[in-house]
């Protein structure tokens, strides 16, 4: 039986802490989580004495060794202080990505793992998906020979980037850094994993056009219930985000109502009140966001394959489009359809259908991953999706790069 503890239960944490219950071979051994109803409720739902549920880091690590490994969910900036606490106190690590948003802290946690000779283990959680693994299966079957270029959408939704991006957690550099980094290392991570070549060059440019204070509509209110007169004609209006969710903002509205009430188990109405004052109440041209809306990205990798990277805020649904164009055949697909197509130059084409991994947890990329977690902890297998740190490094390397380009306007070597 693996033994592991979980700091930090927000969104992430709380998903992880729900697929290690469901893991016959792992148990849950301590909780640390800053927010008292958030750990209380984690506590009570996972059995825990209540000497082993904390509300400080610092009072968790001084307890020495709870578990064998450890879930670090915390916020982008937290990560390095958590992650180095961790590996001194000798746990194994899965990581929440990004690393960090310093590549320097990134590369000091690597080190610090291979000194301590323990496992930190980043979740990339898009590799774990049957759409992924069945892609990586295709490609490295031959079926498409060798591949010459990648190219990548990631449409991240108009709603869901002025939940996140505009009003939300990663609306600010300064404070999570650059959304290329936030968003997009799942994607630069999945390039080098379909390739297995590490990026040589890269270009990038970005942009923001609309969430900025000029585009704001006259008379537009600074919160949406104040209420504000353009809020009819607006679809940033928070009574359409949140209040009257659609088939595509369904899915993410547990985990939004409890991160803008701050409660662990909101009623709707305290969802209502809270959007009068909470910041992601905020008309989304007053914000302080300053993050790229649209930003494209052009990697040459080491054997000469061409990839392309498209992050937009600007679609209906959340869902990457991928294009990847070998000698011999081609596959082009879109990961929330579970299906992706084969065609074979001169020969069939065929329809891949893959398992339906559900709405949330990136279409069942969160259970396995900790399935391969857990695994690799009881029996050191290493499975060729598990993307320990050597491995992110890769996309975070190329995530810095880009965002070095764009910021410059010069192709980057790495
Ligand atoms: N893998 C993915 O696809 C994916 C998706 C979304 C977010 N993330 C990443 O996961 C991480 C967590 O994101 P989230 O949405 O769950 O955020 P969140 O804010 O919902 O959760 C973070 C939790 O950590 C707690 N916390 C912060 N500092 C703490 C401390 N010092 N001690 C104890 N608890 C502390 C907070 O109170 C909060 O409950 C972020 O780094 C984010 O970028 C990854």
């Not at 000779?117 to 295709?138: D, G, M, Q, W």
């Not at 009068?276 to 990798?301: F, H, I």
């Not at 299906?339 to 069942?364: C, D, L, P, Q, Y």
Request: aromatic share 8%; proline share 4%.
């Amino acid at each position: 039986m693996v033994r592991i503890a979980i700091l930090g239960l927000g969104n992430r944490g709380r998903r992880y802490a729900y697929q290690l219950k469901r893991c016959p071979n792992a148990e849950i051994t301590a909780v640390c989580e800053k927010k008292p109803e958030h750990l209380e409720g984690a506590r009570l739902y996972l059995d825990l004495p209540p000497q082993n549920a904390f509300l400080s880091d610092a009072e968790f690590f001084s307890r020495g060794k709870l578990a064998d490994a450890i879930v670090i969910a915390t916020q982008d900036r937290d990560h390095y202080g958590h992650a180095v606490a961790a590996l001194n106190a000798g746990y194994h690590v899965l990581l929440e990505k990004p690393v960090s948003p310093a590549l320097s802290e990134c590369e000091e946690i690597a080190a610090l793992a291979r000194k301590k000779n323990l496992a930190v283990v980043v979740c990339h959680v898009l590799r774990y998906s049957p759409f992924y693994n069945e892609i990586k299966r295709t490609i490295d079957s031959g079926a498409i020979g060798d591949i010459v270029s990648v190219n990548d959408t990631e449409n991240v939704g108009y709603w869901h980037f002025s939940h996140s991006y505009v009003r939300g957690n990663w609306r600010r550099e300064d404070e999570t850094g650059p959304s290329i980094l936030a968003k997009c290392c799942h994607d630069l991570d999945i390039i080098y994993y379909f390739t297995g070549q590490k990026c040589a060059e890269v270009f990038s440019s970005g942009s923001r056009k609309l969430f900025l204070p000029r585009n704001m509509p006259d008379g537009a209110a600074d919160y949406c219930l104040a209420p504000c007169p353009r809020a009819k004609t607006c679809p940033y209006d928070v009574k359409k985000i949140y209040l009257a969710p659609t088939l595509h903002t369904l899915p993410r509205m547990g985990a939004h109502i409890r991160l803008i009430t701050g409660l662990a188990k909101p009623k709707p109405k305290d969802l209502k009140e809270a959007l009068k004052t909470s910041p992601y109440g905020r008309c989304v041209y007053k914000c302080d966001n300053d993050v790229m809306e649209n930003q494209n990205v052009a990697l040459r990798l080491e054997n000469g394959i061409n990839a392309n990277l498209t992050m937009t805020a600007f679609s209906r649904g959340c869902f990457r489009r991928l294009h990847i164009s070998g000698t011999k055949g081609e596959i082009i697909g879109i990961d929330g359809k579970s299906k992706f197509k084969i065609n074979v130059f001169g020969g069939a084409s065929k329809t891949v259908r893959v398992r339906w991994g559900g709405f949330s947890g990136h279409f069942g990329g969160d259970r396995m991953l900790i399935r391969d977690f857990v695994e690799f902890l009881e029996t050191g297998k290493v499975t060729e999706r598990l993307s320990l740190i050597d491995t992110t490094l890769e996309s975070h390397r190329a995530a810095f790069a880009a965002e070095e380009s764009r910021k410059t306007g010069k192709a980057v070597s790495l």
